[in-house]
């Protein structure tokens, strides 16, 4: 039987999302989603930018004010969790690696999930956002990987090596032999494996 969420109006697509500061990391916010979406500003005032990346007016708001108080530990804090973006091709998250890296912008956690290939990145406020390629042809693929037995045990993913990960796109191997994600048994938490949280 259809669920009756299925009868609920849906958007049609992601308009943009608001992201609020303090002046001491406005301008450094500004530069990182610049770098980070290679975007470019299309309002700023002292109290905010508007920032696009593609055809829209806007994709992204930074608000500025005095007033806004920073989280002091997002490991505990509820809240959005992350914001993720599709990029088309493994060599096109290779690309957009080696391009953030000029800029001085690394990702904290690189990861495949089974579903998707993704890296994991901090802004200066310690927003995260995550860049992903999707590992299958079709969405039913990728549901019916995360339906299956091996994603039960093991939800999170397994961890990444960038260099080698970028040896083997640029080598001209097979994207599809590299999506297959290994097998590693149980995996049920991601903290400790994240080097921003990773305690001393």
Request: aromatic share 12%.
């Amino acid at each position: 039987m259809p669920s009756a969420h299925q009868h609920l109006l849906s958007p049609s697509c992601i308009g943009h999302f608001g992201l609020r500061t303090t002046p001491d990391k406005f301008e450094a916010m500004i530069k990182w989603h610049l770098d980070f979406f290679g975007g470019q500003i299309t309002l700023r005032n002292e109290k905010a930018a508007f920032i696009a990346y593609d055809d829209e007016h806007h994709r992204l708001v930074i608000v500025n004010d005095p007033s806004y108080i920073h989280i002091a530990d997002r490991k505990n804090a509820a809240g959005i969790y992350h914001i993720a973006f599709t990029l088309d091709s493994l060599a096109d998250l290779v690309t957009s690696y080696e391009q953030k890296k000029a800029h001085g912008i690394l990702p904290h956690w690189p990861v495949n999930h089974g579903m998707s290939t993704s890296m994991y990145y901090f802004d200066p406020d310690g927003n995260e956002f995550e860049l992903q390629v999707d590992n299958f042809a079709t969405p039913q693929e990728a549901r019916d990987f995360m339906a299956s037995e091996e994603y039960r045990r093991n939800p999170i993913g397994v961890d990444l090596d960038v260099d080698e990960l970028i040896q083997r796109v640029r080598s001209g191997e097979d994207e599809a032999a590299i999506k297959k994600r290994p097998e590693i048994g149980q995996r049920l938490s991601r903290w400790e494996n994240s080097i921003y949280f990773r305690e001393e």
